[in-house]
């Protein structure tokens, strides 16, 4: 149990708290405090935790990592001041399992320059405030199980819509895999809001299908890092839609495949389709595990032979195993 003389402490600069409780205050006094790390804590209650942040009145960088055994199902973070924010919860790691969508993440940061969000337990997230230079990486399931027989819930989908709205003014991302699932679900009755300050953005991609229109939504994208694995194949003519920022400001795309030979037929469509129409396009880089230099040499002379949109583009083919 951590002493109540704790919220008391003028000077106090950094704190780290873990696996510690935490009990209730009438006042707090910590106004020098610029670094809080709390990690699995026990909190009396909800108010705790939101009190303990809001009265901070020059915290710059924040990190809470929850499990399911805490009490705090509502994590509400409201400052003036913050810049830096880390949240986790992840459920593999308790012997509990809370399947309800009690579990919910509000943030109100206008300062906000980094956010990231790892969580498979949340079914909620509302970013009311991030700031326009913000670099966020997400890696959140909404609480479903199964991503790729995802129900079509009008509250899942709200809430990934909510969660978009609130990040749309971002202007560097990261998804992971899982995420992106999701938002692909939720691209068939929805449409992904416009991200206006967005200059680069990585993910990890299972299927090629709803990229085209997924970066329609990114008309200044200026930098694209795909990760494909396990992309599944499709004769879906996709490749006939191309949007703005193909045509207009794309500069930069890197694409990673940990194996040369599954779904490569699939890789070359995606490749082919990408040289051929980013017309400002100024380096394309592929990074492949190959079998050996004769596999490498095919690809190679492959890429080359595809007709490129931009004749400033420069290819560049890595193995993995020299990277």
């Known amino acids: 149990m951590i002493p109540l003389s704790l919220y008391l402490c003028e000077t106090l600069v950094s704190l780290r708290l873990y696996f510690v409780a935490l009990p209730s205050f009438e006042s707090l006094s910590l106004p020098n405090l610029k670094v809080m790390h709390m990690e699995e804590n026990l909190y009396a209650d909800d108010e705790v935790l939101l009190k303990l942040i809001s009265s901070c009145t020059v915290l710059e960088s924040l990190t809470v990592v929850r499990n399911v055994d ?14 830096s924010l880390k949240l986790v919860l992840d459920s593999s790691k308790s012997w509990y399992n809370d ?140 490749f006939s839609f191309v949007p703005k920022c193909l045509q207009t400001s794309l500069e930069y795309v890197e694409m990673t495949r940990p194996n040369c030979g599954a779904g490569i037929q699939m890789i070359r469509k995606l490749v082919k389709y990408l040289l051929e129409n980013s017309l400002v396009l100024k380096k394309f880089t592929l990074r492949l595990e190959c079998d050996g230099k004769e596999q490498e040499s095919n690809v190679v002379k492959e890429l080359m032979g595809f007709r490129r949109c931009s004749s400033s583009c420069v290819i560049n083919v890595v193995r993995l195993e020299d990277d």
């Open 70 to 83: 805490e009490t705090v199902k509502v994590l509400r973070v409201r400052s003036k001041t913050l810049n």
């Open 99 to 238: 399947d309800s969508d009690d579990w919910e993440v509000l943030v109100d940061a206008p300062r906000l320059n980094y956010l990231s969000l790892e969580d498979d337990q949340s079914a909620s997230f509302v970013i009311s405030n991030v700031a326009s230079s913000a670099k966020v990486e997400i890696d959140v399931s909404f609480n479903v199980n199964d991503i790729w027989d995802m129900d079509e819930s009008i509250e899942k989908f709200s809430a990934v819509g909510k969660m978009l709205d609130g990040l749309s003014i971002a202007r560097d991302m990261t998804i992971s895999g899982t995420t992106l699932k999701i938002i692909s679900h939720y691209m068939s009755f929805e449409l992904v809001p416009c991200f206006p300050n967005m200059i680069r953005l990585q993910t990890k991609l299972y299927t090629t299908d709803m990229l085209p229109n997924f970066l329609e939504s990114f008309p200044n994208l200026q930098s694209l890092v795909l990760k494909l694995e396990g992309v599944r194949y499709s004769d879906t003519m996709w």
